[in-house]
Structure formats: C-alpha cells, structure tokens
Nanobody
C-alpha cells in the first residue's frame, strides 16, 4: 500500500515562502513521476509541478520562476519550494505519484497566502 504524507503547509503573507514535503512509504524509484497539484474552493484540481524518474520537470505557467520541485531519492521525499507567494496560490496542495496506470494521492496540506 502506497502512502504519501505531505507536510509544510501553513499561513504566510504575500511575498513569503513555504516548502512542502511529500514523504513516500516506499522507494520513489518505483514511481514514473511525482508531482504536486492544488485545489482551491470551488475549483478543479490542477497540476502545479511534476518531476519524472529521470529528473525532468514541468510547471504550470502561473508558478514558473517562483516554485521549484525537487526530489531526494535517499529520503524518498519530493519537495515543492514556493517563493514569492501570492494570494491566488491559496489552496489545498496534494502530492501525487504515478506508477504504470495508477495514481496515488496524499491527504493534502493547506496553504493560505494573506494579502
């Protein structure tokens, strides 16, 4: 059973920074890709950033230049460094892992950016 546990969310002022962590229960080498999605109230869940097994990254246009996704294979953890946060970044952030045709999700962590 795959478990993804997020941490690092919280309340921050606009312009501030947060780092989210996603710890996997097993080796992250077993996943083709891992990523972060976010969902604001009344909106769909959208991709924020993703990183493949080979290290290639992909970002939503709205976060390019501000967010950075990375992985620590020894700790089986994926990170999302979020800088220059804006009120519109407020959402629940979910960790995602893909293995073959399966998607695995964490429980989500709330990020709130005050203006």
């Amino acid at each position: 059973q795959v478990q993804l546990v997020e941490s690092g969310g919280g309340l921050v002022q606009a312009g501030g920074s947060l780092r989210l962590s996603c710890a996997a229960s097993g080796s992250i080498f077993s996943f083709n890709a891992m990523g972060w999605y976010r969902q604001a109230p009344g909106k769909q869940r959208d991709l924020v950033a993703a990183i493949t097994l080979g290290g290639s990254t992909n970002y939503a246009d709205s976060v390019k230049g501000r967010f950075t996704i990375s992985r620590d294979n020894r700790r089986n953890t994926v990170y999302l460094q979020m800088n220059s946060l804006k009120p519109e970044d407020t959402a629940v952030y979910y960790c995602n892992a893909k293995r073959s045709s399966h998607d695995y999700w964490g429980q989500g962590t709330q990020v709130t950016v005050s203006s």
